[in-house]
């Protein structure tokens, strides 16, 4: 049995993670903590908020009392939005909190990027231009080049958790670049469990989800490889994660 323990920001697609439990058709479990936030938008105050050190702090006794292995805050603009060392400051903090390694989605993304052996991405965000361009620059401090970068002017979560796979699919269509390796389609509050291989069928091209990288970060924590192709070419990948061999800077444990 291998336990990923997940942040949530409110509520919104937190229904992916069940499904993907059940995708995964395996001894791997993803309990969910609810965290407090205090509106639903996505501006870059509010996202700060969001990820305040004692909102994450909140859900860390619970999820360790599930017996999580490591702990991921699934929130891509509630780490993306304090910047590439803030971002890691968030998960170091947390990985103490919790005595277990600790990551987030944005951090994921780039880890993701990296185990598809990739350099250039395009970005077809729900979110407004303002705050798309900010994740850009967090995935170029990264060491991630950014070909394009598209807003989809959706400012609240709720919005972004209504969506059909038809407005899914005219956002990667429309965020796709020619020298783009992969798609990135930074939100955790969109549904995209269940056709991640549709849309990579679509832009012909590996597409990597919020709510797809949150859990394949939590696994890649807890040292664990799953083959799990309904859910992308990430999870189709048998090879060790690029640097395994290298110490894990996140993984603080008290």
Not at 51 to 77: K, N, P, T, Y
Request: charged share 20%.
């Amino acid at each position: 049995m291998t336990t990923v323990g997940l942040l949530y920001p409110g509520h919104a697609a937190e229904d992916d993670f069940p499904r993907i439990e059940v995708m995964l058709d395996s001894d791997i479990r993803v309990p969910l903590f609810h965290t407090d936030i205090d509106e639903d938008v996505r501006r870059v105050e509010s996202l700060r908020a969001a990820g305040a050190a004692e909102r994450l702090g909140a859900g860390v006794e619970e999820l360790r009392m599930a017996g999580a292995e490591s702990v991921v805050w699934a929130c891509s603009g509630g780490s993306f939005a304090f910047g590439w060392a803030g971002a890691h400051d968030q998960a170091a903090g947390l990985a103490r909190a919790a005595g277990l390694p600790a990551s987030s989605t944005s951090i994921a993304f780039v880890q993701a990027v990296r185990e598809l052996g990739a350099s250039r991405v395009s970005v077809a965000a729900t979110y407004s231009d303002d705050v798309a361009a900010l994740f850009a620059g967090f995935l170029g401090s990264g060491g991630v080049e950014v070909t394009s970068t598209r807003g989809g002017g959706i400012i609240r979560a709720s919005e972004s958790a209504a969506a059909d796979p038809d407005l899914v699919k005219e956002l990667i269509v429309a965020g796709d670049h020619p020298d783009a390796q992969v798609i990135l389609l930074p939100d955790n509050a969109l549904h995209t469990a269940a056709y991640v291989p549709e849309l990579e069928e679509l832009v012909g091209k590996p597409v990597l989800t919020g709510n797809q990288v949150a859990v394949w970060e939590g696994l890649r924590l807890a040292e664990r490889r799953i083959w799990a192709p309904t859910l992308g070419t990430l999870f189709a990948t048998r090879e060790p994660p690029l640097g395994a061999a290298e110490p894990r800077g996140l993984e603080v444990r008290e």
